[in-house]
Every structure is written in C-alpha cells, then in structure tokens.
C-alpha cells in the first residue's frame, strides 16, 4: 500500500531506501521488457541520480540485468523469483482454477483473481480462451480499483476504516475527475446490497464490459475479488445483470463451499432503500459513514 510521504517521514520504522528500492521494482510492469532509468524515474518520481543509484545496488544484488548496449536494465531471475514464490503460496489462486475455467467455458468470458496493489488490482489468476481476445490482461497486468467491476467489488468488501482510507487516496490522486468515478463506485454500492455483484459496463475501457465479485477469508488475507468480462458486444448490460452477474457469484460461492471454514460468513442481505443525495451509500463514499 503506498505510504504518503508525511507519513513516512514520520514513521521511525519506515526505511525510507527500501521503499525507493522497491518502487524501481515495482517499475516494471508486463511486456515491458527493458527501462532506463530515465523511463524509472518518470514512473516512480523520484530523481534520476538516485534512480542511478538504485538500479546499480539492484543490479550488484542481481534483481537486475543491465543491457549496456541499450543503456537500460530488465528484471532478473533474482526479481522474478519473489513473483514465484508469493503466486505459489496463494493457494486460492490454484483452489479457484478449475472453477474460473467452469466459468468460462459456460459463458465465453475471460474470468480472473485479483488483489490489491494501491490504487489497482493486480491479476494473480486468469482463465481466458480464443473466444476472449479483446480482452488483453494476465496474471500480473494491472486495472484500477475505481472503474472496474473487480475493483468496486474488492473496495465494498473492505471493513469500513480500509475503505475510508482508499476514499482519501482516490481524491488525492485523482483530482478533478474523482466526482464522476465516485459516482460509479455509489452506484456499485447499491447493487452489491441488492444483488451481491457489480458490473462495469465501458467505464474503464470502452470495449470492455465485466462483472465482479469479492471473496473474504477468514485467514487475515484478503479481500479477493474475481471478474468475468469480454468485449462489449458480447457482454451487454442486460447481459451482465441477468446472466454474468449471477453466473459469477454462484461461482464465489461453490468456492466460499469448497474452502469450508475459511471463507467469511455473508452478511444478511437487505433490500436498501433507494438512497436520494446524502443516503448512507452515498455517506459512506464521501468517506462519512
């Protein structure tokens, strides 16, 4: 989770270069292939001299190649084995396997596992065929929180002061265009109260329409959230609600079955009243609840 700098700066436990060290890392993102440090440092804000410094300890501590003849560096066997390692002891990555290819087989849509990575969703899982070609995500690609069906989902299962938390973040960082996506993200509210799913239809990319749906463990990991999406055209609103929606959370739940004590008990559904301006969803996503 990103630490604000006055936070940071007033965490005595903070080692402030491990966090800079990371972020290099964190740089890198899927069919990138090579950065230099010019390319880092616009990623992560951060000077280029120190960038400098920290790709040649990253590199003499072997979680980079440099690639001299390009002047740029790559992640190395060292950086991608941390990757391994924490997808091998996500054991419902595996455990949900065979249950997201179900699901895809029965509707055609890509179906992915994702978790939190700040204002993202990272895929750590994902079951895709021919069919779902227009849409381009696989384990490690990155989608935002705000906008997407597993986003929303993941953002209404956190306990109510980690939501609040990410709410200061959304403002902070996305400015003037935060009023429309909180919107979306009340609206969200509402249909996990009355539905248990939530959809984005063209909100984060025009072409891509999905549902969504979150898993809470009671193993302190967690929350999880899965989707299932595909192009627009294929995946209609109507589509989406009457038939993916549903399909979906059936889904979560024969895994919630499958995972016996270790999944959270659902909360009671109630049918929410139809909230006006001010309503308690709406509290809630100004940060108020």
Known sequence: MKRSVKSAATDRNFVVALARGLDVLRAFRPNDGMLGNQEIAARTNLPKPTISRLTYTLTKLGYLTPVPRFEKYQLAPAAMALGYAALANLGIRSLSEPFRDELMRQTGG????????????????????????????????????????????????LPAEERAQLLREFREHYGSRWAKMRDGLEQAGEMVAKYGFVISAGEWQDDVHAAGVALTLNDGTGPYAFNCGAPAFRFTEERLRNDIGPRLLAMVRNIEAALGGLAAPQPKKTEPKKNKSGGKVARIVEGLG
Request: hydrophobic share 45%; net charge positive; with cysteine.
């Open 110 to 157: 890509a179906c992915a596992i994702g978790a939190r990575d700040r204002l993202s969703m990272i895929y750590f899982g994902q079951s895709r065929s021919s069919m779902t070609v227009g849409v381009q995500l696989d384990v490690g690609s990155r989608i935002p929180i705000a906008t997407t069906a597993m986003g929303r989902a993941y953002f209404w299962a």
